[in-house]
RNA sequence: GUCCCUAUCGUCUAGCCAGGCCCAGGACGCCAGGUUUUCAUCCUGGUAACGGGGGUUCAAAUCCCCCUGGGGACGCCA
């Protein structure tokens, strides 16, 4: 029986979770859905200065947005917790002990400035920025001589000054790496306290976590912490790196170029299906044509191995049009159950009163599933079917204006139209032997009469959007209309 | 600077491991046309790539080498 995989997200909350942070999770999550293993959380705060609660809230947030839920981890707890590494600050101890006597690992007692003369020199001599490892070699006399003395030092890792390693890795193959390059890393900090390469891959071995997950850039803290579960006898998981999400000129994706905060796409009104499908679809694809697909088809579909190995640049027009796609897919309840928030931000009327005239909402909002290109979009694009009075766009006005006998035919469709008022098909119907009356293109009544009825020259279509605003409202909004026209005053 | 990764249309990618089915397929974008009362949707068509050079082979996008381009890592951050 081999032992059930298990992966990992560990995010450091130092921040809101970013599209990367997204994608490696999905990523991890894919990989442990489609293989029936365990999708772990574990938040990475070994950095007490710099962690807020502000931070882990947004990446619950952003997780549990997207979907992704975890098995184990913060806020579900499980065997292995706990899931902050700040609450397992004892076990990092030990370890560095038994390494200490072991010889495994050095008390270095170099001030930060003495560190920085050795890289300088040691750029020159090898090429490569590192410690100079000139306490590696102290006598234990000396040693025991400088902690006497209360000198401060901080723990390194002896790592080999020599040779290779080969990383085998589930996506981009074995990757032989030279040693000597590695820094002898700093384990624990002058004040006692365990560092990331440290905490992360002892928990990985704690927490049994069999495949291990992350971006390209942690290839060589990988040598490192491969390194460090061998000299402690712990068993090493399995990794895969994945490439890093470029901005649009190519570079490691900056706040500048694009969006990076995750959940600022909630905001702007994208449905997480659509991040979800994008993000999979980045470095990944099902097979030659499947472009739209959800959580559960990419469950069935992933497999690690087909994740392409180079960076991948992000496609905003991409994702809009994805967004697009999932709006579509959408019945129009749903994408009304969703744009409530902003509806109501709008100040066009309360969740209540969406309730209590539900169908109608839902009608109208169905107007306009194809023509939104997010849930922040619907406001403004249903907005005019609640205005008190309408105000003309530019467009409108000339509709409205271009022909002088506008007016009259408007009047005459409102008074001819007659007991029309059961579908937005016999609206129609009737509206174009009214047009056939008057000897007048179709064209010519339905541009002013959208003008008069919407104030812009573009929409749904006319007569649904007549059937939904009623007979009342529409005689009212043509008046206004036929008023304006004739006062010459554009309202 | 050193090390590591990487290389198919502008972008995301399929194909590469097991060479011929690929004068390279799909999608976004863009362009043109159609549908429609308008816009959007939708439909049809078009545009555009194997980074360069050497090999190996009857045959290379696929295998090998070199070059070039791009990215990343070099913290008492994660």
Redesign the pocket.
Known sequence: MTTPLRVRF???P?GPLHIGGARTALYNYLHARSKGGAFVLRI????R???TAESLAHILEGLRWLGLDWDEGPEKDGPHGPYF?SLRLEGYRDRVDRLLESGKAYR?????E??QEG?LRM??R??????DRRCRRLEDREIRCRMEEGR???VRFAMPESG?IVLK?A????????L??I?D??M????G?????L??ALDDADMEITDVIR???????TVKQVFLLEALGLPVPRFA?L??I?G?????LSKRMAQTDLLSYRDAGYPAEALVNFFA?????P?????VFGLEEAIDRFDL???????????E??????V??WL?RMEPGEILDRAVPWIEKAGLASSSEIAARRAWFEAIVGCYR????SLAEVPEKIGFFLAAEIRYDDKAWKNLTKHAEAAEWMEAWLNRLGAVWDS?EAL?ARS?EIAEELGIG??RL??P??AALTG?????????IVFLLGPEETRKRVEAAVHALREGVRP
């Open positions: 560990a995010p450091s130092t990475d705060d070994t950095d200065e710099r962690s590494q270095c007692f170099c001030s930060p003495e560190v890289r750029q020159e090898v090429g490569a920025s590192m410690y401060p030092y901080v290779t890795d996506i981009k193959g074995e990757v032989e790496i030279r000597d390059q820094d890393w700093v624990l900090r002058r004040d306290s365990p560092l990331y390469n905490c992360s971006g390209e850039e942690h290839l060589l803290n790196h490439p890093l470029l649009k000129d190519g570079k490691k679809r980045l470095g990944w694809a097979d030659a044509e499947t472009e191995k087909d994740v392409g190995r180079s960076g991948s640049m992000l496609d027009e991409k994702l809009e049009w994805l697009g796609v579509r194809e023509r939104v290109r937005a129609e174009r179709f064209g339905v541009h009469l959208r812009t020259s573009a929409g749904a279509g006319l007569f649904d």
